[in-house]
C-alpha cells in the first residue's frame, strides 16, 4: 500500500479546541487558521505542500550611524527614544550631552561609551548595539573613540564635540590618522566647502589639516544648525565614496539629526527563522489521534515518510522569518503621535513664550511621560510571566551560566601521569572501594590481636550511664596522673567543667 492509497480524508476538528489554548489573541488567530486549512484539506501531501515555506533571500545589511547634537540629553529623552524607535540606528553619536553623561539611559540590548566635557553642555557618548563585537581604544574630554570588528574588517568609529571658540583637537586626530578612522559630531567649525556661508580660522585649520592627511568631509547637502545656515554637524574620513547622508526633519533641538548609511556591512544573515513551538506542541496533541488511527492501517516505512513530512510542515507553519534587524523593537503608533505632538507644542512655546503655550506642552509630555512607563511596565510584565512558566526562565539567564572546566591535566601516580580518562575513573573507583571498605587486620601482629580483643570487651561490656560520675571523682582522677606543674591547669580545667 502507498502513501497515494492512504491518504484519505482527514478527521474534522473543531475549532473551539482553540479555546483550551493558553496564548495571545494573534496566536489563537494563527491557530484558528491551520484548523481551517486542516479541516479543508483531503491529502496530507497537499496539506504539506501548502505550509512549507521557502528561505527568503537574505541581503546584505550596511552599518548605519546616527549623529546628533542633543543640546543636553535631559531636556530632549522625548526626542532621543523618538528617533531610537523611528530610525533603529547600530550606532547612535551624541554631542552635547550635558549632565546626563553621568547616568545615561539604560537601553536593553544596547552599551554605552562616553567621555564627559569641559562644560555642563559638552560631554560626547556613543550607543552601540550589542550584537556588534566594539572595544573602547581612548577616551578624552569630548572625544571617544571604538573599535568595530566587521568581516574580520576593523573600522574606528570617534564621537567629539567642540566647543564655540575652542580649538579643534588635531593632536588626537593626528595619533589616531593611520587608522580606519571616521569621526562624527559637532566640530563647530565653518568653511565653504561644506556648504556654509562663511569661513572661520577653526574651519580653515581643519580644512588645511584634511589636505595634508587625504581625509574628507562628509556632509549633508542642508544646513545642520537651526540657528544659522550652516554645517557644522558632519563627519570626516579616508573617503566619502558610497555613503548615504541625510539630515532628518526631528526632533526639538537647536541642531538636526543626521543619519548616516555606511559602504560597510553590518552582518551577513538577513533574515532568522523564528519557530513557535506553543503552537507546533498545542496542533500535534490535537490531531494526535488521527495519526493514531492512520499507524495501524499502514506500512510503518510508508506511515513514518507522511508523518515526517507533515512535521516539516507543521514546523514551517510555524514559523516566520524575522528581519536580522532586531535592535530595538518598534514603538507603538500611539507613542510616535504622542512624541510629535509634545514636541509640536514644545517649538510652539518656544517662539511665542506664552504661559497657556507652556501648560499644553506640559501637560502633552505628562501624557507622554505615563504612555511610556505604562507601555514599558506592560512589556516587563510580559517577560516576567514567560520567565514563569516552566523554564523559560533559562532562555532570558543562560548566557550568564558559563561552562566550567576545571584545569585537571591527569592523575599523578607512581608510574606517571595517567591521562586516560577510563583508566583514571577505574584507579579512583579502586582507591575509595578499599578506602571505604571494612579494616583489615595482620592475625600475625600480636598489637592487632590485642586492640581487637579490647574491642570486643568494650562491646560486650555493661552499659551505665556517665551522669552518675560524680565531677569530684574525675578531678581526682586527674590529679593522680597529672605531673605536680600541671595541677594548677587541671584544677583551672575543673573548674571550667563546673
Partial sequence: MDSEDIEHCMMYFNPELINNFNGTDEEKNALYCMFYEWNSSVRVSDLCEQWVKVRPQSSLEHLTLLVWNCECLSTHMADFDLLLSSYSPHLFLLSG???QIHMLPHVPNFKWYSSKGTNSFGGVGILVHQNLRTSLIEEAVNFVLIQIEILNEKIFIASIYVPLGSMLPLELFDKHKEKEIFIFGDFNVKHQDWNCECNNVSGNKLKEWLLENGF???????????????????????????WGIERL?????????ILFLSPFPATENGVFRKTNWKLFTFFLQVVHCYWNELVYKTDYNVFFDIFSRFLAALSDRCTTFEHVKNFRPPWPPHLVNLVRTVNKFKRRFRKTRFYEDYKAFKFCENIYKQEKLAFEQDKRDKKIQHMKEGQNIWSHVRHVFKPYSPAFRGLKTPNGVVIDKQEIADQLAEFYEKHFAEPTYDSKNPFHIECLEAYERIKISLKFPLDQIKIEEVILQWKKFAPKKSLDSVENSAFLLK
Avoid: A, C, Q
Fill in 216 to 242: 574628507e568631509i562628509l556632509h549633508p547637502s542642508h544646513p545642520t544648525s537651526k540657528r544659522s545656515n550652516s554645517v557644522i554637524d558632519f563627519g570626516i574620513g579616508r573617503s566619502k565614496e558610497n
Fill in 249 to 257: 526633519e526631528e526632533g526639538t533641538s537647536d541642531h538636526y539629526p
Fill in 97 to 99: 550631552v550635558g549632565k
